[in-house]
């Protein structure tokens, strides 16, 4: 076994700031902070104007670096491929907005190409995804209900409808573009940190059980209202079970077969993505089967099967989405806010590590909300990156975001001269691609067991955040994951474990001798680590814990039955310049002559939790206790200081770390055996 030997002398905190230096001061005052930030961001220079330019549109950084021999051929492929996966994708879940198709192919085109403008994801495909399709699905139909008596409604009131479900689709997509900018401008890109991953793992799959049970109806050609509110998969189960009878059959067998072709298609493609140039292209095959055999058996006249309808060519005049409605659906944004980020952040950052480079997270914020804000000008929903399209991006070749052009480019001729050719495509089929695009959130049920060894708070977070989602509601049960994924984590701070440490013999290493047998406790010396901050939401805990380990109770309980005469006294004397000796008098009874408290598992400490140490100190000098901090970070020293610890514990009193301490107090207490003026390891 290799060995250390190490010689020095001894580090208390002032000793080694005199050697190595002190932090730097703080800023005194709040005007003074806020003007030297101001003057910093004031500096500006033509390669700081430069720098701003290509950080905040990366295609100007990226661009100028392309290799066309070496990337253009894998993103044109990538980029063909994945907007004809847009095609059908788009269309399906624009019915899942409760929108026309062919604003699923408006929410295609837009996004991805200003994604590629100002994203920083090279291998991030952006548009229309079932969650988020799902929540905006549920305010539009909350604002703009189907009319009950629907039995003969003209087209004029056909028209009418889908106006105002895209207007209220639209603003809110504009009103997450403007949140999502205005979170750029604060610079709140970390928020997303807050969304866990078993939080974002269990919504996804239990949204993924709300998008399977919605389109139920679609599959088994039911004409049923979609419920809003809570308990919507249990109203709909229901809603299904009563009209189970008026089942169109013709409906059904169209949705049996497009399962029965899709579901081993996406099984091929996934095992043998290695072995395949591009993946076997199902949607957009059943779509052009499916629109074939419905034209020329005339399903929707005979059979009264639901089609797409009339796709116009071209694309929308720009125009403002209904502001007015904005107040209406504020709340129900905020969380689809989060969301559409923390699934677009997570998906960028996956690619970004297994490719070995950095996204800016912040300016992810800017790229995904400029791509709502300007697709909402043009009649779009809600976008954000897509599970399914990314992973084929990636996988067909995808260099950088210049496929996002190709992906495009396919849309737009879709829009321009095929799109009218899918009047007669089953709704069913759509349907059927919306169940089929869920495998992969099925699929992390998978993870669960490997989430039990690991973590048990982690599984429970996971099970509280998809009951939830699925008892409750998608927005309403995210909200209940990050409270209770949070809370936990408060909970483990508030409960931290306060460790006894003993010495491995003839070493500075010290563990908790509960879980290490041959670590052994110093004699008259208790030394303690507390694995988590101080502060007003677990002091009580800690003292609580800190007291029973070195008997502060029962030493409290003796001293209030003594005289103020009888109190044990104390002689101050000074090594090396006031170091405090204390000398008890024969008798005491007490063994324990000090402790040291590792804060090297300190992070920070607040005001409440500074005035307990305090209080703690004073309680240790009044039993006769010696009290030693060793380890503290720089920001716990600047608040302890701050509220007055020093008056009770002077600076000789702190040190760099543990063994410092103990061989200090080896140095000049006499019931400590071994004597070494120096650090031996």
């Not at 604002?143 to 028209?159: C, F, I, K």
């Not at 992906?407 to 709704?427: D, Q, R």
């Amino acid at each position: 076994m290799s060995s250390l030997a190490l010689y020095r002398g001894i580090y208390t905190e002032e000793c080694f700031q005199q050697v190595y230096g002190s932090p730097p001061e703080p800023e005194s005052s709040l005007a003074g902070m806020l003007k030297g930030r101001l003057s910093h961001g004031c500096r500006w220079s033509r390669a700081a104007v430069w720098h701003f330019l290509q950080c905040r549109l990366p295609i100007a950084s990226w661009l100028p670096r392309y290799q066309p021999k070496k990337w253009l051929l894998g993103d044109v492929a990538a980029g063909l491929t994945v907007g004809i996966v847009h095609i059908p994708q788009g269309m399906s879940f624009a019915l899942l907005t409760s929108v026309a198709p062919v604003y699923g192919l408006y929410t295609s085109f837009f996004p991805a190409l200003l994604y590629m403008l100002f994203g920083t994801g090279r291998h991030v495909s952006t548009g229309t995804f079932a969650v988020v399709s799902l929540m905006t699905g549920s305010v539009v139909e909350r604002l703009v209900p189907v009319p009950q008596q629907s039995n003969g409604t003209g087209p004029d009131e056909v028209a009418l409808l889908e106006g105002q479900r895209i207007g209220v689709a639209a603003a809110m997509a504009f009103l997450v573009g403007l949140l999502m900018i205005l979170m750029f401008t604060l610079h709140l890109g970390f928020l997303s940190t807050y969304l866990s991953e078993p939080v974002i793992k269990a919504f996804t799959s239990g949204a993924a059980l709300h998008v399977v049970v919605s389109q139920l109806q679609s599959l088994l050609g039911l004409p049923l209202p979609r419920p809003s509110g809570y308990f919507t998969i249990f109203k709909t189960l229901a809603s299904v079970v009563e009209t189970l009878p008026l089942t169109n059959i013709a409906e059904l067998l169209i949705s049996g077969f497009c399962l029965f072709v899709l579901v081993p298609i996406k099984e091929i493609n996934n095992r043998y993505r290695s072995r395949m140039w591009v993946p076997i292209p199902g949607e957009i095959i059943m779509v052009l089967l499916a629109t074939g055999i419905c034209f020329a058996s005339s399903l929707n006249t005979h059979y009264n099967v639901q089609i797409v309808g009339h796709l116009p060519a071209g694309f929308p005049q720009p125009q403002l989405p209904g502001l007015h409605l904005l107040p209406q659906m504020l709340g129900d944004t905020v969380a689809l806010t989060f969301v559409a980020y923390a699934v677009s952040v997570s998906l960028a950052m996956i690619y970004a590590e297994k490719h070995h480079y950095v996204i800016d997270p912040n300016q992810e914020l800017l790229a995904h909300g400029l791509s709502n804000l300007v697709s909402s000008l043009f009649t779009c929903f809600p976008s954000s990156a897509t599970l399914a399209t990314t992973n084929i991006l990636e996988s067909a070749g995808g260099h950088t975001q210049l496929s996002g052009l190709f992906t495009s480019a396919v849309v737009f001729v879709v829009l321009m001269w095929i799109g009218p050719l899918f009047y007669y495509l089953p709704k069913a089929v759509l349907a059927c691609i919306n169940v089929t695009s869920l495998r992969q959130m099925f699929l992390q049920f998978q993870d669960l067991p490997e989430l039990w060894r690991i973590s048990h708070i982690d599984f429970a977070v996971w099970v509280v955040t998809w009951l939830s989602v699925v008892v409750l509601s998608v927005d309403l049960g995210l909200a209940v994951g990050i409270v209770f994924s949070m809370m936990t984590v408060v909970c483990r701070t508030q409960r931290a474990e306060c460790s006894v440490l003993g010495r491995a013999a003839d070493t500075e290493i010290y563990k908790p001798v509960k879980y290490n047998s041959k670590c052994f406790e110093i004699s008259g010396v208790k030394i303690l680590r507390y694995q988590a901050p101080i502060y007003y939401g677990n002091r009580s805990f800690f003292h609580d814990a800190l007291s029973r380990l070195v008997g502060l109770d029962q030493d409290r309980e003796r001293y209030q039955d003594q005289s103020l005469d009888s109190s044990i006294k104390m002689e101050i004397s000074t090594v090396e310049s006031s170091i405090s000796i204390l000398d008890k008098k024969p008798g005491s009874g007490t063994a324990l002559q000090a402790v040291i408290l590792d804060c090297s598992g300190v992070a920070f400490v607040d005001s409440a939790g500074a005035r307990l140490l305090i209080q703690v100190c004073a309680e240790c000098q009044q039993s006769g206790v010696r009290m030693y901090l060793a380890a503290c970070n720089a920001n716990v020293l600047q608040t302890l200081s701050f509220c007055g610890l020093m008056h009770l514990l002077p600076p000789q009193q702190l040190f760099v770390t543990v063994h410092d301490a103990v061989s200090y107090l080896q140095q000049t207490t006499e019931t400590v055996e071994q004597k070494d003026p120096t650090i031996w390891v």
